[in-house]
């Protein structure tokens, strides 16, 4: 490698970043990769960060932790990949040997979890260090859209391993997703391997109702305008098999607790920020279940197929396309996004 300096998004304290040059990243253990990055995203958790509502994350840190690139160097323990071979970065970092790795729980990994763009330098630059890139990388096969693999970093396997198989959906299920956000449309998209009978999206944002819609949602309901709770009540018998919450705020949370039925699951896929109130004292005679979780990214090897094979077009998701150029100008539309009409944005290398 060549350049000792390179451009890179980096987080200067609540409210304030910079698009700047800094150091390329170097291989620090045996076990680690440098990769040239070609293609990477913006996700809500890091608008969450640059609030400042992460305090984890520290002054002088490089966000991002989505992504796809080519690998430009390896430290001498990696076998799976070699220099110049093209991979998904996960945003889970597993190490593979540890108890939670081998329960493939890699979210607690002991030696990772989610550490990118967090706790150590992430994706939104030039080139990022993988730790442990054995098993936090994946090939990309030959011919694939690479912007649609984007979406196999984290959303799509968020909304489907906390949403979907956290919510076990089944076929002929009710199921509502309450948020249209892009891991509501992961969602969304994914609970469709399992024929549910209803697919209902909640949202205050009217395009993305439209979106959802198109997307395979057979009900959309607008709750700026309506109970959505209420609706769905008088819709069905008693209430949905699954719901599934994609915001992470109380009254997104509510809904779900007041649309499940008896024996039916919540599946939280939402960052809450602050505590909500569970009203146990109508719930406990139910036989719900309700699950929480931050993604293992253990499926990504199953989705990949499926982006393959074009049975899951996550490349729908995409909204807006930049160049690493325009960095900044792509958070002014993320962070805006409902009067931007975005969901993913893609921002890409000019050469590659
Ligand atoms: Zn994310
Ligand atoms: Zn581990």
Same mark, same amino acid.
């Given at each position: 490698?060549?350049?000792?300096?390179?451009?890179?998004?980096?987080?200067?304290?609540?409210?304030?970043?910079?698009?700047?040059?800094?150091?390329?990243?170097?291989?620090?253990?045996?076990?680690?990769?440098?990769?040239?990055?070609?293609?990477?995203?913006?996700?809500?958790?890091?608008? @969450?960060?640059?609030?400042?509502?992460? +305090?984890?994350?520290?002054?002088?840190?490089?966000?991002? @932790?989505?992504?796809?690139?080519?690998?430009?160097?390896?430290?001498?323990?990696?076998?799976?990949?070699?220099?110049?071979?093209?991979?998904?970065?996960?945003?889970?970092?597993?190490?593979?040997?540890?108890?939670?790795?081998?329960?493939?729980?890699?979210?607690?990994?002991?030696?990772?979890?989610?550490?990118?763009?967090?706790?150590?330098?992430?994706?939104?630059?030039?080139?990022?260090?993988? !730790?442990?890139?054995?098993?936090?990388?994946?090939?990309?096969?030959?011919?694939?859209?690479?912007?649609?693999?984007?979406?196999?970093?984290?959303?799509?396997?968020?909304?489907?391993?906390?949403?979907?198989?956290?919510?076990?959906?089944?076929?002929?299920?009710?199921?509502?997703?309450?948020?249209?956000?892009?891991?509501?449309?992961?969602?969304?998209?994914?609970?469709?391997?399992?024929?549910?009978?209803?697919?209902?999206?909640?949202?205050?944002?009217?395009?993305?109702?439209?979106?959802?819609?198109?997307?395979?949602?057979?009900?959309?309901?607008?709750?700026?305008?309506?109970?959505?709770?209420?609706?769905?009540?008088?819709?069905?018998?008693?209430?949905?098999?699954?719901?599934?919450?994609?915001?992470?705020?109380?009254?997104?949370?509510?809904?779900?607790?007041?649309?499940?039925?008896?024996?039916?699951?919540?599946?939280?896929?939402?960052? @809450?920020?602050?505590?909500?109130?569970?009203?146990?004292?109508?719930?406990?005679?139910?036989?719900?279940?309700?699950?929480?979780?931050?993604?293992?990214?253990?499926?990504?090897?199953?989705?990949?197929?499926?982006?393959?094979?074009?049975?899951?077009? !996550?490349?729908?998701?995409?909204?807006?396309?930049?160049?690493?150029?325009?960095? +900044?100008?792509?958070?002014?539309?993320?962070?805006?996004?409902?009067?931007?009409?975005?969901?993913?944005?893609?921002?890409?290398?000019?050469?590659?």
């Amino acid at each position: 490698m060549e350049a000792v300096t390179m451009k890179a998004l980096v987080y200067k304290g609540p409210g304030q970043k910079s698009w700047e040059s800094v150091s390329v990243p170097k291989i620090s253990r045996p076990t680690d990769a440098i990769v040239r990055i070609a293609k990477t995203t913006i996700c809500g958790t890091d608008l @969450h960060i640059l609030k400042g509502d992460v +305090p984890a994350v520290t002054d002088g840190r490089i966000l991002g @932790h989505e992504g796809i690139g080519v690998v430009e160097e390896v430290g001498n323990a990696v076998s799976n990949f070699k220099q110049g071979e093209r991979v998904i970065i996960s945003c889970i970092t597993s190490c593979g040997k540890c108890e939670y790795c081998k329960k493939q729980m890699y979210s607690h990994c002991e030696d990772g979890g989610w550490i990118l763009g967090h706790l150590i330098d992430g994706t939104q630059a030039e080139y990022v260090r993988i !730790p442990h890139a054995d098993n936090s990388l994946y090939a990309v096969p030959a011919g694939t859209d690479e912007e649609a693999l984007v979406m196999l970093s984290d959303i799509l396997p968020t909304g489907f391993e906390i949403g979907v198989l956290n919510g076990a959906v089944k076929p002929g299920d009710i199921v509502a997703i309450v948020g249209a956000g892009p891991v509501g449309m992961a969602a969304l998209l994914t609970a469709q391997f399992y024929s549910p009978s209803r697919l209902i999206m909640i949202d205050l944002d009217q395009s993305r109702l439209d979106m959802a819609k198109r997307f395979g949602a057979t009900e959309v309901i607008d709750s700026t305008k309506v109970d959505a709770a209420e609706i769905i009540r008088s819709s069905t018998k008693d209430g949905v098999d699954v719901a599934i919450e994609a915001v992470g705020i109380r009254p997104t949370f509510d809904v779900c607790q007041h649309i499940v039925r008896p024996g039916g699951h919540i599946a939280n896929v939402g960052v @809450h920020g602050k505590s909500v109130e569970f009203e146990i004292q109508k719930l406990w005679i139910k036989n719900i279940t309700l699950t929480t979780g931050l993604v293992n990214t253990n499926t990504t090897p199953m989705l990949l197929k499926t982006v393959e094979s074009k049975k899951l077009q !996550p490349e729908k998701l995409i909204s807006h396309h930049f160049t690493f150029e325009q960095f +900044p100008q792509a958070y002014e539309v993320f962070g805006n996004a409902a009067t931007e009409k975005a969901l993913k944005v893609i921002i890409s290398r000019d050469s590659d």
